[in-house]
């Protein structure tokens, strides 16, 4: 019985041990299989890729572009659809803040404010453009002589950059005590005499010009009776172009500037073909609150329309349309902070085939031409953002 019984525990012990190594490996494949990943799946859409894999044992995935996959193909087609065994989490919403535009082109300028719409009142075209308004429009121009194109100028009455009273860069006409005309003062304080054509290509064809700029006049301006301030010139030729002012009427010229008056009134002031030939040009002399024609200067237009405010900057610009040769079909438009003060049609400005426009004419003095016009004191005038743009062509 004892020998039966030890030879019954002997066969056990015996099948274990030959048993061993097929349960190992059988372990060892299970612990295989549970390690494994999820099998892929791949969606294939022309010839790129989009891979699928589980992320967690509840059945989440993720998409992960394959690095051959075109950016287009970055996001699934929603024509293609996802096997039911997986699931896929929904896309959190992302609020996208607004992205500033990128800086834009000539024929789309910057706008700042109302300033642009002040310098620019009929917009700027593809034909021509030119200012120096730094940070208000793109590709300005440096305040600086040669970006005028001088056509002429004065020692005595050079243009002077300095900085204005609020720091800005600026063109400054200073005027000295007494002064009046260019006269009776030292050189370089009796004013600014600059003739310039900074679009001097672009204006040969030019039938329709928008000059503008901002001024400055310093605190507690002593107006006196007025003075001259910039505007533009033309004629039938360029030695033509230079009579129009000083008294001198010439059928051949014309010029159309600003001008300041006692109280620091606004008008126009411009010399056009006058006289019996040119009817059409008398509806200038009245143009209300007041204006006034004379045949020896030029003439005042819509004095009082806006007033001038020392220390401030105001922005100026003037619009002319040049009549066709022989038609009296010009026009002439003024504005204040973009603000249309006139606008008057049926002009002649004009009397050739030849009659262009010539540039700017910036003359700044206390003036007339008589000691009467002289102010008390010294004191300046300050210019910038000079602006000049060609909105209709020959």
Request: neutral net charge.
């Amino acid at each position: 019985m004892f020998l039966f019984t030890l030879l019954f525990f002997f066969s056990v012990l015996l099948n274990g041990v030959l048993a061993a190594p097929a349960h190992r490996e059988l372990a060892k494949r299970c612990n295989s299989n549970l390690s494994k990943p999820t099998p892929t799946t791949t969606i294939t859409p022309s010839s790129s890729s989009v891979t699928v894999t589980s992320t967690s044992s509840i059945g989440l995935s993720t998409i992960i572009p394959s690095s051959s996959t075109p950016a287009r193909y970055h996001s699934v087609p929603p024509t293609h659809t996802l096997p039911s065994s997986i699931s896929l989490p929904s896309a959190p919403s992302i609020n996208i803040p607004p992205v500033a535009p990128a800086p834009i082109s000539i024929s789309s300028p910057l706008h700042i404010g109302s300033l642009f719409a002040a310098l620019f009142p009929q917009g700027i075209t593809r034909n021509a453009f030119w200012s120096t308004a730094a940070g208000v429009i793109h590709n300005a121009k440096p305040l600086n002589l040669e970006s005028f194109n001088v056509v002429s100028t004065t020692d005595i009455a050079a243009p002077r950059f300095a900085l204005a009273p609020d720091g800005s860069p600026s063109v400054e006409a200073k005027i000295a005590k007494g002064t009046y005309a260019y006269k009776n003062g030292p050189s370089g304080q009796v004013g600014l005499d600059l003739y310039a054509n900074p679009l001097e290509t672009e204006l040969a064809n030019a039938k329709e010009l928008t000059f503008s700029y901002s001024v400055m006049f310093s605190e507690n301006y002593d107006a006196v009776k007025g003075g001259k301030l910039p505007g533009i010139y033309g004629g039938n030729s360029a030695s033509e172009a230079l009579s129009c002012s000083g008294g001198r009427r010439d059928p051949g010229c014309y010029s159309v500037r600003f001008m300041w008056r006692e109280e620091m009134k606004g008008e126009a002031y411009t010399y056009l073909p006058s006289g019996p030939d040119y009817p059409e040009n008398e509806q200038i002399c009245n143009v209300p609150p007041f204006s006034t024609c004379n045949d020896e200067f030029g003439a005042s237009i819509g004095r009082g329309s806006w007033t001038f405010q020392p220390g401030k900057w105001q922005t100026l610009a003037q619009r002319v349309k040049l009549n066709d040769f022989g038609q009296k079909n010009g026009e002439m438009e003024v504005l204040v902070g973009g603000v249309s003060m006139f606008d008057l049609k049926g002009l002649t400005f004009v009397t050739t085939p030849e009659g262009r426009f010539h540039g700017i004419m910036a003359q700044v003095f206390p003036g007339g031409h008589d000691p009467s016009w002289a102010p008390s004191k010294d004191q300046s005038v300050f210019f910038k953002d000079f602006s000049m743009v060609v909105t209709q062509t020959y």
